[in-house]
């Protein structure tokens, strides 16, 4: 099929839809107490390519859901009881295709920062998580970026609100975001190998409604030994004027299509407060298994071994079921 007659087929596509339903669990165990709590989400990802006589103009994505949650001890900050359902605007974005080749594209809505590991990794609705939320206070956020292709490398740049999923303008916020790597297929649970350069900038707006100066730039990478792999992101820089470095360690292995992989996890979070360093730290090992077309489950253990509020050890044993239906 010839190039005008692809983007016209493309441009004729109807929404791509998905339906998705997850029931989260997780036990916390500690000296105190000990306790089971689920969240449950259901939600529609829809996506369409919109497109002219020669070529794409625009992408849009809408991943819009409900969550509930049940008896969490760690639960989302917009919920505001025990037993409570919310709903969630996760992707409201469009990205323009400037260019026309890919090599310059304007984002503009609510997105993924693009900051090291959760470029290339997939973690949405998922057990597994990485450095970010704890990195710079959120993880999605709104604003208008670019993005593109040049080459081997991808780069994407974000100013964005400050206020983390939902809009919030008081004491204004904001934060800039960006990232360049290596050339990579976007959004897998096992990422595909390179490496990567991210920086970050902002007053970040805290659920509490204070605001947080952050700072940091990051180095995340990406390597293969036959089926086990090799993830890893350090960064550094400051949280309300206190030095601050974080790293990831992640060993994971997989079977040949991916339908069964495992993985063992170490994180390390760093600050120096006025009395002097502190340090949270956690190891953690996790499998996910999806055999069955659109139904995967996941099971994971974490044992938290300190906190900045807390020097005990915290056991969270989490298990997910997921149905996606497209």
């Given amino acids: 099929m010839s190039c005008p007659n692809l983007y016209a087929a493309q441009a004729q596509n109807s929404w791509r839809n998905a339906f998705e339903v997850v029931a989260n669990g997780s036990y916390l165990a500690d000296a105190d107490s000990q306790k089971l709590g689920v969240l449950y989400s259901t ?27 049940d008896n969490q001890t760690r639960r989302m900050p917009f919920f505001e009881h025990d037993h409570d359902c919310e709903p969630l605007v996760r992707n409201a974005k469009v990205n323009f295709h400037v260019s026309g080749n ?36 959120m993880k999605l956020d709104w604003g208008v970026g670019v993005n593109g292709t040049l080459g081997k490398f991808d780069y994407s740049a974000l ?34 190998p390179g490496l990567g350069l991210s920086v970050f900038r902002g007053n970040v707006l805290l659920t509490d409604g204070i605001i947080s100066k952050r700072e940091r730039i ?12 090799l993830v890893s992101q350090f960064s550094f820089g400051d949280t309300d004027d206190r030095d601050t470095w974080n790293g990831l360690v992640e060993l994971n292995w997989s079977d040949s299509i991916e339908a069964k992989v495992a993985y063992i996890q170490y994180k390390s979070y760093n600050e120096d407060f006025q009395s ?51």
């Fill in 43 to 69: 939600g529609i990802d829809a996506r369409k390519v919109f497109g002219g006589n020669k070529r794409n103009l625009a992408t849009v994505n809408l991943q819009v859901d409900v969550w509930c949650t």
């Fill in 102 to 137: 890919g090599k310059l594209n304007i984002e503009l809505g609510h997105t993924e920062l693009p900051f090291g590991l959760e470029v290339p990794v997939s973690t949405s609705k998922s057990l597994r998580t990485l450095l970010t939320p704890r990195d710079l206070a």
């Fill in 159 to 192: 100013l964005s609100r400050g206020s983390g999923i939902e809009y919030r303008h008081n004491k204004d916020p904001w934060s800039f975001t960006a990232r360049v790597g290596h050339s990579i297929n976007r959004q897998r649970f096992l990422p595909e």
């Fill in 218 to 229: 990051a180095l995340d990478g990406v390597r293969y030994f036959n089926r086990f792999g």
């Fill in 276 to 326: 002097g360093w502190k340090r949270a730290k956690s190891a953690t090992i996790g499998a996910r298994f999806g055999q069955i077309a659109g139904l995967t489950w996941a099971v994971q253990y974490t044992r938290e071994f300190s906190s900045f509020t807390n020097n005990g050890d915290q056991d969270v044993i989490g298990f997910q079921l997921k149905y996606r239906w497209e």
